[in-house]
């Protein structure tokens, strides 16, 4: 299951992992950070190689599903209809 939350970055261009995102993770644990145009992932140095392109491919996936949002381009229901159109996934 994929855990979505948000964060803000300081003046300092620190930002916070929120708790709920730390479970796994320890002090001092190193990632690797990839930007591509509007897209920034934050990957676990020790696993940096296994999922690399799985998880550009999510991104981008993710950047033109905000932009189908963004252009109205959605489908309103209700928990239980989404719950079934998931299944058909």
């Not at 299951?1 to 916070?16: A, C, E, F, R």
Request: aromatic share 8%; charged share 40%.
């Amino acid at each position: 299951m994929v855990n979505i939350s948000t964060t803000k970055m300081s003046s300092k261009g620190q930002v916070v992992i929120p708790l709920n995102m730390r479970e796994g993770l320890k002090e001092g644990e190193e990632f690797v950070i990839v930007r591509d145009e509007n897209r920034i992932i934050l990957k676990l140095a020790r696993d940096f190689e296994e999922n690399i392109k799985d998880d550009l491919e999510f991104a981008k996936r993710t950047e033109e599903a905000w932009k189908s949002y963004d252009r109205g381009e959605f489908i309103s229901m209700d928990a239980d209809d989404f719950i079934e159109e998931m299944k058909k996934w």
